[in-house]
């Protein structure tokens, strides 16, 4: 009787050469099709703007928190657009509106629903545990306009919470990436479950800590220069890290086909 062997990932050893080259070639994918690039990257420079306008417009930090909670809901399915364009012209194929658009409207039938939940409890415990700290160091603040009386932050409490919550942050945005890094262009690539996926992103990063998380770093500093010109930098960087993110993927991780026997 023949049996088929499920395909299963192999975590690679990551080089610091993959991290370049993942940026050289998403950089490629962009020049190639600038297009799907700006069309993506319009949602989260539109998400910016509304938390932008939520805090100044309000005037309350609390109005941030709807605002933004469609970054994570929304995000890994953007995301999918920029790694399905990669994807594409890694093979060969076609770039068409339909069937990209179509491949990011079946995601909600795959794993990458179960993905976003799982980022948005990590967004939401962490504004919970941001107001807990805030509170725990600047509770007699707490009536205190923080946006229009921002000296309470250069009291020594409240450059101890910042310290403190920096540190605690750092920690939480460590692991989202671990869980994520590889997990998202998995799931949109493969036939596999969140778990699964959300273990081999983390073996990747515990096989290769020192590159890996210096992507991460490289993410996160690009990113922050790209948002300080009115999120107007987003256009350019985030089409190039989303084809970055699928290289690095494709350099991290390789598969053993089925196999018949």
Not at 110 to 116: D, G, V
Not at 229 to 257: D, I, K, M, N
Request: glycine share 8%; net charge neutral; proline share 5%.
């Amino acid at each position: 009787m023949t049996q088929t062997k499920p395909d299963r990932p192999e975590i690679l050893h990551a080089e610091w050469g993959d991290i370049t080259a993942s940026l050289r070639a998403g950089l490629r994918d962009f020049a190639t099709a600038p297009a799907y690039g700006l069309f993506f990257a319009a949602f989260y420079v539109a998400g910016g703007w509304l938390v932008t306008w939520a805090l100044m417009a309000k005037g309350q930090l609390w109005w941030t928190l709807p605002a933004s909670a469609g970054f994570p809901i929304l995000g890994p399915f953007v995301a999918c657009g920029l790694y399905e364009v990669s994807r594409r012209l890694e093979q060969g194929l076609p770039l068409r509106w339909n069937e990209i658009l179509g491949v990011i409207l079946r995601q909600k039938d795959r794993q990458i629903p179960s993905m976003a939940a799982v980022i948005v409890i990590f967004f939401l415990f962490w504004n919970f545990l941001s107001h807990m700290i805030f509170a725990l160091f600047l509770g007699h603040a707490t009536l205190t306009n923080v946006t229009s009386s921002l000296a309470v932050f250069l009291t020594p409490e409240g450059l101890t919470m910042l310290a403190f919550g920096t540190a605690v942050g750092a920690v939480f945005a460590g692991v989202l990436f671990a869980i994520t890094v590889v997990s998202l262009p998995m799931l949109m690539d493969r036939e596999v479950d969140f778990v699964t996926a959300m273990i081999t992103s983390f073996g990747v990063v515990r096989q290769s800590p020192v590159v890996m998380l210096a992507w991460g770093a490289v993410i996160g500093a690009l990113l922050f220069v790209a948002m300080l010109p009115g999120f107007l930098g987003l256009f350019a960087v985030l089409p190039v890290l989303g084809h970055a993110s699928w290289h690095v993927y494709r350099r991290v991780v390789a598969w053993e086909e089925p196999s018949q026997g």
